[in-house]
């Protein structure tokens, strides 16, 4: 039996069975989604295809999230703004770093070069 999965950002939703070689008429026609087809035999690889969408859409999130906060960061002109946001950016990049979401150089260089950002505004 095939299953699909519909990853949306809160996780896994509308997982169905569905004919083996094709998937329904109604989920064919939602552009929104993204829509994987897999073919688990077991319960626990099923199970792991749950937990693998969940931790994505959450990894996704948190990921945004913190590139969010970069460009706001970057886009502040007044220093005592910036300076009281650079901490909170730089301990969100951390937490990336250390949880696998982003690699720990490219932590390293986005810390750095806002560091240099908010010392060269007067």
Same mark, same amino acid.
């Given at each position: ?73 970057? /886009?502040?002109?007044? $220093?005592?703004? *910036?300076?009281? @946001? ?9 937490? =990336? %770093?250390?949880? /696998?979401?982003?690699? $720990?150089?490219? *932590?390293?260089? @986005? ?9 060269? =505004? %007067?």
């Amino acid at each position: 039996m095939a299953y699909e999965v519909a990853i949306t950002p809160k996780g896994v939703r509308n997982e169905s069975r569905t004919r083996r070689c094709g998937i329904d008429k109604e989920n064919r026609k939602s552009k929104n989604k993204k829509l994987k087809t897999t073919m688990a035999n077991h319960k626990s690889s099923k199970k792991r295809i749950r937990q693998t969408a969940t931790k994505r859409a959450h990894n996704r999130l948190y990921h945004k999230t913190a590139r969010n906060a970069v460009k706001a960061l970057r /886009n502040t002109t007044e $220093k005592g703004a *910036a300076e009281a @946001l650079l901490p909170k950016v730089s301990s969100m990049l951390d937490k =990336l %770093a250390k949880q /696998n979401i982003i690699h $720990k150089n490219k *932590a390293a260089n @986005l810390k750095s070069s806002l560091a240099l950002h908010v010392n060269a =505004l %007067a």
